[in-house]
Antibody, heavy 121, light 110 residues
């Protein structure tokens, strides 16, 4: 079974750093793009960016460029989303998702369960 | 890049058909046939229901269908059922090599 399992909920203070993870299994992790999607409380989906674990080629939405860093460790089939300095406005659920078909990244066919990030003083 | 435009809400009675529109520009929806639709139930992760404008993944009910004309894509749900009550999002590839989602549409079954 193809699965993406994300790390657990986080509660952080403004200014702190954070790295959340997404572990893939049941498929060739290096040959499908993995993306990150933000969903703020009560709001819609926002495409943040995507990485190709095979060579770490990364693309960012202009809205998130410079605000977050997407990375991957193909040796452990895990993708990451990290912040250097969190803001209250980063409070949201973050989903990772596997792209479909191979070589393309416009569609997500498998999603992680989501990681709730709460940033509050 | 701006989000694709979807109606905030659409409603229908059981058994009826409803259509959700997704309007973009010539830089996204109008440029590529890479439009997808997702269903999100409350508290759950999104689920892919349509890819590449009109392709239905295995296991998705044939009551869901997609189409596109110009800069507007559409999702039609026929034979509306109570279980179809959810939020629906469209997504499109863009000429900037990114993806943009719509604002989402809440479907209510009356």
């Amino acid at each position: 079974e193809v699965q993406l399992v994300q790390s657990g909920a986080e509660v952080k203070k403004p200014g702190e750093s954070l790295k959340i993870s997404c572990k893939g299994s049941g498929y060739s992790f290096t040959t499908y793009w993995i993306g990150w999607v933000r969903q703020m409380p009560g709001k819609g989906l926002e495409w943040m960016g995507i990485i190709y674990p095979g060579d770490s080629d990364t693309r960012y939405s202009p809205s998130f460029q410079g605000q977050v860093t997407i990375s991957a460790d193909k040796s452990i089939s895990t993708a990451y989303l990290q912040w250097g300095s969190l803001k209250a406005s980063d409070t949201a659920v973050y989903y990772c998702a596997k792209s479909f078909p191979m070589g393309h990244y416009d569609t997500f066919d498998v999603w992680g369960q989501g990681t709730m990030v709460t940033v509050s003083s | 890049q701006s989000a694709l435009t979807q109606p905030a809400s659409v409603s229908g009675s059981p058994g009826q058909s409803i259509t959700i529109s997704c309007t973009g520009t010539s830089s996204d929806v109008g440029h590529y046939n890479h439009v997808s639709w997702y269903q999100q139930q409350p508290g759950k992760a999104p689920k892919l229901i349509i890819s590449d404008v009109s392709n239905r993944p295995s296991g998705v009910s044939n009551r869901f269908s997609g189409s596109k004309s110009g800069n507007t894509a559409s999702l039609t749900i026929s034979g509306l059922q109570a279980e179809d009550e959810a939020d629906y999002y469209c997504g499109s590839y863009t000429i900037s090599s990114t993806v943009v989602f719509g604002g989402g549409t809440k479907v209510t079954v009356l």
